[in-house]
């Protein structure tokens, strides 16, 4: 395959908020590029790409482990590892991303500029870089690898382990020269504020999360990639982790109501890197989805009304709710509308069960003088800090010994503000590692998470936590790819070293 590269000659964002300021550049073009905001340009450009990343497929990895006691029967198959849970779209876009990356990487030692702007966009060219590949290994596994430059030759795809390095070489590269978000300025000395803007915090949270998903998959690496010290890794990620808590500019909001009022709209204080997709329904129309879209009802919805049996995609009951945040914690009050009026409503209109109301902020079509829910209206949140504490607390479980103590404070600062009772030592047996996964699967419901970090945590919680096919698959298929998705046919033209994924080549 000759990998189709379309280079970011023109810069499309007119009208931009000011989260991510940009000027359309229509006559920008590689052979033009002499000033540093020429550079600039190129740089919102990946950053754009990044949005069409977030918007391709966004759910064909996150919905196979996404919590729900029920699911619709057209996620079914995706989710019991059927040939469904293979099926992918096309890995252009990412590629794309990191071509533009590279573009930028060419230019910015050519054009005029102090050096501390030059470090800058070389420092966000290798943050973009890494978390291309970052997504790409854990939609694909495997992938194509293009290590500097443009390389139009075919192309075998590189074990994913050794793709997690070369992203952990560039996240370490970005963390070294990116500024503190609160030293961002554009090129004519602006601040900037959009989390949207790669930083030295956002170089650390991925940083965090490349380490610990190595260390966490050498289960499923083949044994020829397997020669890694899982517990370095582990010690990698836990310092990435104190670099983001321990900085003065991330701090989590008060309570789990603001989490979802604020947080996880976008560009507060508690959120560590995210997309800008906020106030861009009308540029992205239907592209705009979360996996929040597969719970939503009512209130969210409003041509739905309470008294509407839920028929959406994935369900959950307001019991399980109860059993998952017990006592006084308040998430359950958050997360879901109006859990206590809802639970005591006639069960044959709500079907028994709870409305989730996490996400909220919406984008409503009108006709005439019906309304209609039609995509949420936030940024797409990579990491915030309540994940990195919660990462952390994993880490240092992997590491034992004196970091236990702090595994189970990081576990308690979140479980502080929702409320909810501090941890003790007979929860789950006196299994650290589970009672984190279970925390991290409270605190972050519905944002994507669950399916990587099951994965994450080893073969016995596929088994455990993932249904179908999931439950009996041998770490022989999880190496051949079970966890992945297939290439597309257009992946391998003219590029006979192109190889499909094992697993799913097995089963076609």
């Known amino acids: 395959m000759k990998l ?28 033009n590029i002499t000033k540093e905001k020429d550079v600039e340009a190129l740089v919102y450009g990946v950053g754009a790409g990044v949005r069409d990343m977030v918007c391709w497929n966004a759910l064909l990895q996150v919905e196979k482990g996404a919590y729900a006691d029920e699911a619709d029967e057209s996620r079914r198959g995706a989710r019991m590892l059927e040939l469904e849970a293979g099926t992918a779209d096309l890995w252009e876009a990412w590629y794309q991303v990191i071509m533009g990356a590279e573009t930028v ?71 070294e ?54 517990k370095e890794l582990w010690d990698m990620a836990e310092k990435a982790c104190t670099k983001v ?50 719970y939503v009802g009512y209130p969210v919805r409003p041509e739905y009304g309470p008294g509407v049996v839920q028929d959406f995609t994935l369900r959950i009951f307001t019991t399980s709710v109860r059993k998952m945040y017990p006592g006084a914690d308040t998430r359950k009050y958050a997360y879901f ?72 404070e990081d576990l308690n600062t979140i479980r502080k503000r929702a409320g909810a009772a501090l941890y003790h030592s007979s929860e789950d047996n006196g299994d650290l590692q589970m009672t984190v996964f279970r925390e991290r699967e409270k605190e972050l419901l519905v944002e994507g998470y669950r399916y990587y970090d099951i994965i994450r945590n080893g073969l016995d919680y596929v088994h455990s936590f993932l249904e179908g096919g999931y439950q009996t698959v041998t770490q022989q298929d999880c190496i051949d790819g079970a966890f992945f998705l297939m290439n597309k046919s257009i992946d391998f033209k003219e590029n006979p070293l192109m190889r499909q994924n094992l697993y799913w080549l097995k089963r076609q």
């Not at 992938?143 to 370490?172: H, R, S």
């Not at 503190?180 to 940083?207: H, R, V």
């Open 245 to 294: 808590i321990e900085s003065p500019l991330y701090d989590l909001v008060a309570t789990p109501e603001e989490v979802c009022a604020s947080v996880l709209v976008g560009n507060s204080k508690e959120g560590v890197y995210e997309t800008v997709m906020k106030d861009y329904y009308n540029e992205v129309g239907k592209r705009v989805y979360s996996l929040g879209t597969d």
């Open 177 to 230: 020269i990116l500024p503190p978000f609160d030293k961002l300025t554009d090129c004519n000395g602006n601040t900037m504020f959009s989390k949207s803007t790669p930083c030295q915090g956002a170089a650390y949270a991925l940083l965090a999360h490349l380490c610990a998903w190595k260390a966490g998959g050498k289960y499923f690496a083949a044994e020829v990639d397997r020669n890694y010290d899982e």
């Open 105 to 175: 990487l060419s230019h910015v030692d050519v054009v005029e500029m102090p050096n501390e702007r030059r470090q800058f966009y070389r420092g966000q060219a290798y943050f973009f870089k890494a978390l291309a590949y970052f997504d790409l290994i854990r939609r694909w596994g495997d992938c194509i690898l293009q290590k500097g430059g443009i390389n139009w030759e075919p192309v075998a795809k590189t074990p994913w382990p050794k793709v997690c390095d070369f992203a952990i070489e560039m996240a370490e590269k970005a963390a």
């Open 4 to 31: 189709i590269v379309i280079l970011l000659c023109v810069l499309f964002l007119a009208g931009c908020t000011d989260q991510l300021r940009v000027e359309p550049e229509n006559s920008l073009t590689f052979g």
């Open 337 to 408: 509308y109006d859990l206590d009026g809802m639970d005591a409503m006639d069960k044959s209109i709500t079907g028994g069960f709870a409305y989730p109301y996490k996400e909220r902020s919406v984008n409503i079509t009108v006709t005439g003088t019906k309304k209609k829910f039609a995509s949420f209206n936030s940024n797409r949140i990579w990491w915030r800090l309540a994940d990195i504490y919660l990462l952390r607390a994993e880490c240092r479980v992997h590491l034992g010994g004196d970091k236990i103590e702090g595994a189970i």
